[in-house]
């Protein structure tokens, strides 16, 4: 069964302590990897996605990367409106290949 | 240009009582899903539409659920005789096509609280 696995639930940073975010998958068969983000009271926005092991993709103060097993959305020197939940979603090859299976995300709060 | 629209933000029902939630996508967008968000949860798969029919209903909970989009465009989910655990956020999502992009468009959701 396809799973996902996030850590650590929530990560309360000093702006600009700069950390990572992690994201553990199980999929027969990796299509691709998303990472979102979700503000309260939001739908989740896209942010990356990610194909295969050694990819990276970056944006702004954000760096997603992948390995076969796990991803890392990296934040470097992070401001308070970075503070949001961060959502991985994988999606397998096959029939359902529209499919998201998303993590239960990680809370990340900035303090300025 | 505008987003994907949900209507009801919010709604608030007794138990038993029937429910429908309203998702306008981006206009041009085919493909069509909901998700189900419960508190500290991510969202969960219910139903994909690719153009007016249903593609993958796997995810709906059980019979009391349905969806439908006869036009291909503006998709409606119903709920009837609604149970304390239904409450949740009901999110839709659009993308140009269905299979092989993660690009969702997501809506604001519905959230749904049954008394």
């Known amino acids: 069964e396809d799973q996902v696995t996030q850590s650590p639930e929530a990560l309360r940073l000093q702006e600009g302590e700069s950390s990572s975010l992690n994201c553990s998958y199980t999929v027969s068969g990796l299509r691709g990897l998303f990472w979102y983000r979700q503000d309260p009271g939001k739908g989740p926005e896209f942010l990356f996605t990610l194909y295969s092991a050694g990819e990276e993709k970056e944006k702004e103060r954000l760096k997603a990367t992948l390995t076969k097993k796990e991803s890392f959305l990296h934040i470097t020197a992070p401001k308070p409106e970075d503070s949001a939940t961060y959502l991985c979603a994988v999606q397998g090859v096959g029939a359902s290949s529209y499919k998201l299976i998303f993590g239960s995300g990680t809370r990340l709060l900035v303090r300025p | 240009g505008a987003g994907v629209s949900q209507t009801p933000s919010n709604k608030v029902t007794e138990k038993g009582k029937y429910v429908e939630l309203r998702c306008d996508p981006i206009s041009g967008h085919t493909a069509l899903y909901w998700y189900r968000q419960s508190l500290g949860q991510g969202p969960e798969f219910l139903i994909y539409f690719q153009g007016t029919g249903a593609a993958d209903d796997s995810g709906l909970p059980n019979d009391r659920f349905f969806a439908v989009r006869p036009e291909g465009s503006v998709s409606t989910l119903k709920i009837q005789r609604t149970e304390r655990g239904d409450s949740a956020v009901y999110l839709c999502?659009?993308?140009?096509?269905?299979?092989?992009?993660?690009?969702?468009?997501f809506g604001e959701g519905s959230r749904l609280t049954v008394l």
């Open positions: 999502a659009s993308s140009l096509r269905g299979e092989n992009t993660g690009e969702l468009f």
